[in-house]
């Protein structure tokens, strides 16, 4: 899991030596899959060029109130740059400035962005050995951390001054690493193993025609990126699909047949906190799959007979212990009634219905409309969203149940 991709991340850039390792933070940081941006207090640009920065992150640097590069001043916002950012960096973080910090100075585009944040607030502090062990300082992180800011400390090693000591900035790795641990341990689904199940079977007729179904496995990988987001440990198990996961954390079990599924998802079932079965699993498959591709006949028909697929929902259901189980509802019609029945025949804790007659759901597009029927036969309908947001809901509406 790639805890910080589709971050916001601010990056507070303060005049030090150190300064020139903010390129190779930022650089890490958009690997990372992080949108980033640079504020700089005037002084760093002596230290590391704007140009630089933003190169590096696609982004204006920002380093005082009002760009006058024309006639025309444009006033940099402190207050909305704060607000966009999901994590606010300050690397490498000065004692002149850290001081400023703790006692609410706001002389720079920096400062009265820090004032501003509500998002969580890590500084990394670079300043000599000395500096680094004086009271005022330590008395400086402590406010800092009274404020709920977090400090990354300082490594040991060779300064500026030619002194050996504590007290040089973290490396970009280091930080990165420090600040993912942290996110972990306040993710919801830290720990929690989670399988899914996303995209249709191919149950083979002849080496070169099968029956399938429309499905893409969007809605079921969303899901999987969501959970592995959410600090999950993810498992998919995923049916012929040419939609890429883009989550390289999440084991991928790629599948063909229902019967491959079903092995695959009895394989990781027993040690699953939460199970969500969105793949479209064909109900018959012919009862026997021939070896030679079959002839066209003028004239003549065709005609092969069929066998039920194995129910992985239902056996899953029968074999729940501790799991959360979730299943998926097609209908086309009586659809809340055939789907409480699904759900209560099947042992489900939760299941989400769609309805091909409502526009923006089905296969294949980005969207979908589904309800919730949980255990309790309470129905919740929603809008149409985005397959990622309908993710975002339907993980929402689990943890909300199992931290009950």
């Not at 899901?223 to 993810?234: F, K, N, P, T, Y």
Request: with cysteine.
């Amino acid at each position: 899991m790639r805890v910080l991709s589709g971050k916001k991340i601010l990056l507070g850039v303060t005049a030090g030596i150190a300064a020139y390792k903010a390129a190779f933070l930022v650089r890490l940081l958009v690997k990372q899959g992080a949108e980033v941006k640079v504020v700089m207090t005037p002084k760093a640009k002596d230290f590391v060029t704007p140009l630089t920065l933003s190169t590096l992150s696609k982004n204006e640097v920002h380093s005082s109130f009002t760009n006058e590069d024309n006639d025309n001043a444009q006033w940099n916002n402190h207050v909305e740059l704060a607000l966009w950012a999901d994590l606010f960096i300050i690397a490498p973080a000065t004692a002149n400035t850290l001081s400023k910090m703790a006692h609410g100075t706001s002389d720079n585009l920096l400062l009265a962005t820090y004032l501003s944040a509500k998002c969580p607030v890590y500084f990394a502090p670079a300043m000599d050995l000395d500096m680094y062990k004086h009271p005022s300082t330590k008395q400086t992180f402590d406010t800092l951390k009274s404020f709920g800011n977090h400090i990354i400390p300082a490594a040991s090693g060779e300064l500026a001054s030619g002194l050996v000591g504590q007290g040089r900035m973290a490396a970009p790795e280091t930080i990165i690493s420090f600040i993912c641990s942290e996110i972990l341990k306040t993710l919801p689904l830290q720990g929690k193993k989670v399988l899914v199940t996303a995209g249709p079977t191919h149950e083979l007729i002849d080496p070169v025609r099968f029956i399938g179904n429309h499905s893409s496995g969007k809605m079921g990988i969303a899901i999987a990126e969501h959970a592995s987001s959410l600090g999950a440990d993810v498992t998919l198990v995923l049916g012929p699909s040419s939609v890429p996961v883009s989550d390289k954390s999440i084991d991928v079990i790629d599948v063909t047949t229902a019967q491959q599924m079903y092995d695959a998802v009895h394989q990781y079932y027993q040690t699953t906190t939460i199970a969500i079965c969105s793949a479209a699993v064909a109900d018959f498959k012919p009862v026997t799959a021939l070896d030679q591709k079959i002839k066209k006949k003028t004239g003549e028909g065709l005609s092969f007979d069929l066998e039920p697929t194995k129910d992985i929902l239902a056996s899953l259901g029968l074999q729940k212990k501790h799991q959360f189980l979730v299943g998926f509802a097609l209908e086309t019609e009586n659809e809340l009634e055939n789907s409480k029945k699904k759900l209560e025949k099947k042992n489900l804790d939760l299941i989400v219905l769609n309805s091909l007659r409502d526009k923006g759901a089905g296969f294949k597009g980005d969207t979908n409309k589904v309800t919730f029927i949980d255990k309790d036969n309470k129905v919740t309908p929603f809008d149409v969203k985005s397959k990622k947001d309908v993710a975002r809901d339907i993980l929402e509406h689990i943890i909300s149940k199992i931290d009950a």
